[in-house]
């Protein structure tokens, strides 16, 4: 048996340099704004990506695309179904990617989805996709620390961000490893539980955002769990900003299309700005 | 031990890993370590090993096939896992996690189920320890196996339908995992095979040595100290097929998986990860995730645990694929000439066995009969009309 080396221990330092979608992040912030960052899927109708263009417009910072995948175990039922329905409509990795090649959102993208779409793709193919498309940045919930290495090296070389995510249960000691390795911004999971709405903003959420703030000045966004504006800048009290995707994309599923999407987005903006106050603020 | 233990970072060759949600990794950590105190912790074995003697009937018996033999022109012993409580070989991991689960401070079962027999060991675990405990079943499997949903509700578990994707054991896995990410603190998921992140496929291979230790004593005994030519068994995840690999890995026994031809991860022969783990996995030019196709609802799924994979890999066991059509005749066969109802999964190594007999004349076979048949029946009795 030959010698194998331990992939799941070898984890690449992050590149020094911050790419696209952090240094927009950290732009918005130095201008004492929340962040917001809207997730939409990719495929899921036939304006998805006019709905891309609506929510930037609506005042986002940067935009999260959902690459649909057959077995997202991070999501709840909202996006669950609106992955599903892309995928039987023949959204593919290529297809989404080849659609946001045409967007000119004029923030930065972020693509969201699950290990094995790059890794079947080959690491180095993917990113080369994702940076040719014009996506900045990659979240992959299903790929920890630990196994991120061979990833990040090809996202690395490409100059993708890739995004990684904290959550409630991490021990202390973990989370400086994770900001370490994370660009772009840090996604703080606010819940233990899945993507989706909830009736109330959960304490968690505070608590997670407090802790990465602690032991970073990545930009700390909040999600999962956050539904409405008034959670929003609940959170935003600890937070430097939020991902906010089941809402909106219930909002879609309901047929409220781009008109509604920004409508929504716009609402969630309005709330942030009036929370951060103006924009002389010193930046944390 | 004659199966190699995995890398710190649980992988067996290229294969395994834990690509989980961040909000498992502590968990999956935790549960390592747990597992590894408890494992060579005498007190925890002890108490393991009487549940298993008094409560799930081990060890379970080696069974010469005379009749079934003379027709195969070859020698099969069946290792009897269909005779423990429950009916099935998964009561041997299912036990072990249990006990873990309570050491560890959780009163909470979550678990998966395909054909049914994972989740009423579970349940049955359940209420021995008096723990909660859900059961995850795809929409389609709930239909076809009526019985053991009824099981697990009578053995007071709640048995929740997995509706999303194929509905069927694959999406009973993410609905498990998605449970367990909104509930890690107080519960335990009790996966049923050497699949999933690490440390499962070990632990649950570890949990499943019994069965390879136990034949080959039996063996030994049989055959005045030799080994059978052939070990076989059905390969869904792999759980019995590992088990009874490890007590022959270290031998001149050559190691043979058997894969529906409607699941065939290993035959199919491309990695992927899903589901925690870097493995063989049925998927489309893109990646996404394939539905799997056989009639055994405990082998309909699209991957395969990673130790197969290695095994595979390395050239160490090969791995055959039966059809629908060879494993309903298989099943009418050893109940036939030898009076034992075979549940559909374990007919498939039979099914192989059967179909390649000429190159198997004359050497003797050690068939791991995972699991009994009842369950089958009703399912059986529509095919066969």
Not at chain 1, 71 to 79: A, E, N, Q, R, T
Not at chain 2, 76 to 82: H, M, Q, S, V, W
């Amino acid at each position: 048996m030959s010698a194998v080396v331990d992939e799941g221990l070898v984890v690449p330092d992050a590149p020094a340099e911050p790419g696209a979608l952090e240094t927009a992040l950290r732009a918005g912030r130095a201008a004492g704004r929340k962040l917001l960052v809207p997730y939409v899927t990719g495929g899921y109708g036939e304006e998805w990506t006019e709905v891309v263009r609506a929510v930037a417009d609506a005042g986002a910072d940067a935009v999260e695309v959902g690459i649909p995948f057959s077995d997202p175990v991070m999501d709840g039922p909202v996006i669950q179904e609106a992955s599903e329905l892309a995928l039987r409509r023949g959204a593919t990795p290529v297809s989404v990617l080849d659609d946001l090649r045409d967007v000119d959102a004029g923030v930065p993208l972020a693509a969201m989805t699950y290990y094995n779409l790059g890794f079947h793709m080959g690491h180095e193919r993917f990113a080369a996709s994702l940076a040719e498309a014009g996506v900045a940045a990659a979240i992959l919930p299903d790929l920890p620390l630990e196994e991120c290495g061979p990833w990040a090296v090809a996202a690395d070389a490409a100059g993708v961000e890739t995004v990684l995510l904290a959550a409630p249960t991490a021990p202390d000691a973990r989370l400086p490893r994770i900001v370490r390795r994370s660009r772009g911004f840090v996604y703080a999971v606010g819940l233990l539980g899945v993507t989706g709405e909830r009736d109330a903003l959960a304490s968690s959420s505070l608590v997670i955002a407090r802790r990465l703030k602690a032991v970073t000045d990545l930009p700390v966004l909040v999600g999962v769990g956050v539904s409405t504006p008034e959670q929003a800048v609940e959170v935003c009290a600890e937070a430097d900003g939020v991902v906010i995707g089941s809402a909106l994309v219930r909002r879609l599923l309901q047929g409220e299309g781009p008109v509604g999407a920004a409508r929504f987005v716009g609402e969630v903006r309005r709330g942030l700005d009036a929370l951060a106050g103006p924009p002389a603020r010193k930046s944390g | 031990m004659a199966l190699a233990e995995p890398s710190p970072s649980g992988r067996f060759g290229d294969f395994g890993g834990r690509y989980v949600p961040e909000t498992l990794v502590p968990a999956c950590q935790e549960l390592e370590d747990a597992f590894r105190e408890a494992w060579s912790d005498r007190g925890f074995r002890t108490e393991l090993d009487d549940l298993l003697r008094d409560y799930a009937g081990r060890p379970s018996p080696l069974t010469e096939c005379h009749r079934l033999s003379e027709e195969l022109g070859l020698r099969l012993l069946l290792k009897r896992e269909d005779l423990n409580h429950t009916g099935s070989h998964k009561i041997n991991n299912v036990l072990g996690q249990a006990l873990l689960a309570r050491r560890m401070g959780k009163t909470r079962l979550v678990a998966e189920t395909g054909a049914g027999q994972h989740g009423v060991a579970t349940a049955t675990a359940a209420a021995l320890l008096g723990m909660e405990c859900v059961v995850y079943m795809g929409e389609v499997d709930m239909g076809r196996q009526a019985l053991n949903v009824f099981r697990m509700r009578l053995l007071g578990a709640e048995v929740v339908p997995a509706s999303s994707g194929s509905r069927t054991l694959k999406d009973a896995v993410n609905e498990a995992m998605r449970d367990w990410v909104a509930t890690v603190e107080s519960t335990h998921y009790c996966l049923g095979s050497v699949m999933g992140p690490h440390p499962y496929p070990w632990m649950v291979r570890e949990l499943h040595t019994v069965i390879g230790d136990e034949a080959r004593a039996q063996c030994a005994s049989l055959l005045d100290g030799g080994v059978p030519d052939v070990v076989t068994a059905c390969v869904g995840g792999g759980s019995n097929a590992i088990g009874i690999f490890s007590g022959f890995a270290d031998t001149a026994a050559e190691l043979v998986g058997v894969e529906p031809a409607g699941g065939a991860a290993v035959g199919r022969g491309v990695p992927g990860v899903v589901h925690g783990m870097k493995s063989y996995l049925m998927q489309d030019e893109f990646g996404q995730v394939q539905e799997a196709q056989s009639i055994s609802a405990g082998l309909d799924y699209p991957g395969v645990g990673p130790e197969h994979s290695h095994l595979a890999a390395v050239g160490r066991a090969r791995y055959e694929q039966v059809t629908d059509a060879q494993v309903i005749a298989a099943f009418q066969l050893l109940s036939r000439t030898e009076g034992i109802i075979p549940a559909l999964e374990p007919a498939h190594a039979l099914a192989w066995v059967s179909r390649d007999r000429a190159v198997l004349t004359g050497r003797t076979v050690l068939l791991n009969l995972s699991g009994r048949g009842d369950k089958d029946v009703a399912q059986m009795m529509e095919v066969l009309g």
